[in-house]
């Protein structure tokens, strides 16, 4: 349908209405992220809903920045304030970064766990792992102690076999180099 200009007045049908909110409320909500990101500005925006649901944006939060506009009696040109708050920018910046490579971390080993899991069910293991290894019994941890150095064993086995295959490819190459 593409972009076309609305008129400003208030959408009657109720689901449309939800709808037209939450697509200008995320706008309005990047906008305001761009804004803090570009121009190193403190934003607080509370928005109600239709339906009286609250939702919030801020930047570093919208506590600082309530707390901030509570405490303007505060002089505005106070350097022990600035410096406050640029030691606080700059724990803010520091937690991010950590948090964003913690949510990296944490998608790397979700789609290593998926891995593991297809693996285990491909091996005939994947009924040990519906429990927690605490709860398995003295012969279910010695039968998945036995399964895995089976596993251990045949993927030993199967490396070799590959290395011996790479290692003849190889040698059949030179050789044919050498007779070209």
Not at 2 to 23: P, W, Y
Not at 147 to 164: P, Q
Request: glycine fraction near 6%; include cysteine.
């Amino acid at each position: 349908m593409g972009r076309r200009k609305i008129e400003m007045k208030m959408v009657k049908d109720s689901n449309s209405r939800q709808v037209t909110f939450s697509k200008r409320r995320n706008g309005l909500f990047k906008k305001a992220n761009e804004l803090a990101t570009l121009c190193a500005a403190h934003i607080a925006i509370v928005v109600f809903s239709p339906g009286g649901k609250p939702f919030s944006f801020g930047h570093p939060s919208v506590d600082v920045v309530v707390q901030r506009l509570l405490n303007w009696e505060m002089d505005p040109k106070d350097e022990t304030n600035s410096h406050v708050d640029a030691e606080q920018e700059a724990k803010v910046e520091q937690l991010n970064e950590q948090l964003i490579d913690l949510v990296n971390q944490l998608e790397i080993e979700k789609k290593r766990g998926e891995m593991l899991d297809k693996a285990l069910k491909a091996k005939g293991l994947s009924k040990y792992c519906k429990k927690s290894i605490n709860d398995l019994g003295l012969d279910e941890l010695l039968h998945m102690k036995a399964s895995l150095e089976k596993l251990r064993e045949n993927l030993k086995s199967h490396i070799d076999d590959m290395e011996a295959s790479s290692s003849l490819l190889l040698l059949k190459g030179a050789t044919k180099e050498n007779d070209g």
